[in-house]
């Protein structure tokens, strides 16, 4: 069983930063695997932020987040983090990492892609 751990949520300015933070843990070592970040608005889907590969040579974000924001990990400290700059209202949301057993290179954009979940952490910008 794999368990991740979101950190680093909270109230932030318009223009502010913040930079969330993904503890990954398992009863036995494992890997290697692609992790993402995705975020839920209330009402509203889950939807792909970011991915990173295994060995982190490989990123991809949605469209519209370009350039804000920036997915990293360290694998020594089973961590994975998302830099969020100049943030706005619709930045807004519970924001989850997510674990894919199956890919180290590909890094997929669809919930259903991931195998495990984090509990979520919220992120709310005010104006």
């Known amino acids: 069983q794999v368990h991740l751990v979101e950190s680093g949520g909270g109230l932030v300015h318009a223009g502010g930063s913040l930079r969330l933070s993904c503890a990954q843990s398992?009863?036995?070592?494992?890997?290697?695997?692609?992790m993402a970040w995705f975020r839920q608005a209330p009402g509203k889907e889950r939807k792909f932020v970011a991915a990173i590969s295994w060995n982190g040579n490989n990123a991809r974000y949605a469209d519209s987040l370009k350039g804000r924001f920036t997915i990293s990990r360290d694998n020594s400290k089973n961590m994975t983090y998302l830099q969020m700059n100049n943030l706005n209202r619709d930045d807004s949301a519970v924001y989850f990492c997510?674990?894919?057993?199956?890919?180290?290179?590909?890094?997929?954009?669809?919930?259903?892609?991931?195998?495990?979940w984090g509990q979520g952490t919220q992120v709310t910008v005010s104006s």
């Open positions: 398992a009863e036995r070592s494992f890997g290697p695997y692609a």
């Open positions: 997510a674990l894919d057993m199956h890919q180290v290179q590909a890094l997929g954009v669809m919930v259903l892609e991931y195998d495990y």
